[in-house]
């Protein structure tokens, strides 16, 4: 029993020192990426600004550029957004290297599910950042060029205007997740549909309360943000009922969990519960063992999943209760392993019968 103990141990280890190296791996490949993406961008790295601060530029007073305020800023802003971009645009291969990661340890229904959001959420975070380059940093700009007083220059610092960009960027791109978010929270039974339905009023005013923290001080741009994460979350609401309605049946269920591997854990499982009982492994069929184990197995998952929507916590009472019936389980296991084996149970005279 030491034996199997130190060897569940050791195969434990090894287990974490093979998930360790391959997560080392997979970011050193996502770090190497990333550095060749950016040094290809170096040499546009003048034209990625001047692309960037287009919006700003062409709503400046005739002859007006912007400025340098720092000494180095002129070197090192283009090239703080050429590594930007390079993360932008890895950004998929980023994902697929995480998903190689975790793909492994979920079910099939949970990839099926998993893929989709991982590409809309990439491709929706893409779209809210063009949505706030073409269409709300102009009109921010034309906006901040034409209110500021007679006897203000708007001339804004290079630095600066790339720290609210990127803001902009992370905003919107991150407002435009409403979908993705909306979908899990109802998947994972967070929320249910006729909850959100309900506390859509709440919902449209927190969507403006986070537009007013995340955009200027303006209500154009607090209305650009808050009317599009209302509409995305109409859509995450109208998909979320698809979704809750096509939850993954018993079959399904019963073709992911219990193919063709699953008959391995099954044996494990009916081999263990031999050798405690102290019977002959060789006087069993390994066909009927892994049978018995595989639909043992099959009724307490099915048990679990039933279960799964209505959880309660069991009472203290309710816990002694099932510690007392696993104790007195253990116990007629080992009795019946010390038959087996042919010895005396104490304090009991009674002969102790052959073994099989």
Known sequence: MLNQSKGAESAGEKAFLEHLIELRDRLLRIVMVLGFVFICLTPFAQDLYNWLSDPLVRNLPEGEKLIAIGVASPFIVPFKLALMVAFLLTLPYTFYQVWGFVAPGLYQ????MVTPLLLSSVGLFYVGMAFAYFFVIPMISKA???FAPANVNPTPDIATYLDFTVAMFLAFGLSFETPVATILLIRMGIVSVESLAKARPYIIVGAFTIAMFLTPPDVVSQIMMAVPIWLLFEVGLFL???????RPDAEAFDADVFGSNALVPAAAVGTASVFQAGEDIESLDPAESSSNSAEHWQDEHYSFK?????FRPLTDEELEAE???????????DEQGRYAAGETIQPSDEPIPPKD
Do not use: F, N, P
Request: aromatic share 0%; no cysteine.
């Open 323 to 333: 510690l007392d019936k696993a104790a007195k389980e253990q116990a007629a296991l």
């Open 240 to 246: 979320g009922r698809t979704v809750a309605k096509k």
């Open 109 to 112: 229904h949970e990839k099926k």
């Open 306 to 310: 039933e279960m799964d929507d209505e």
């Open 144 to 146: 901040a060029v034409a």
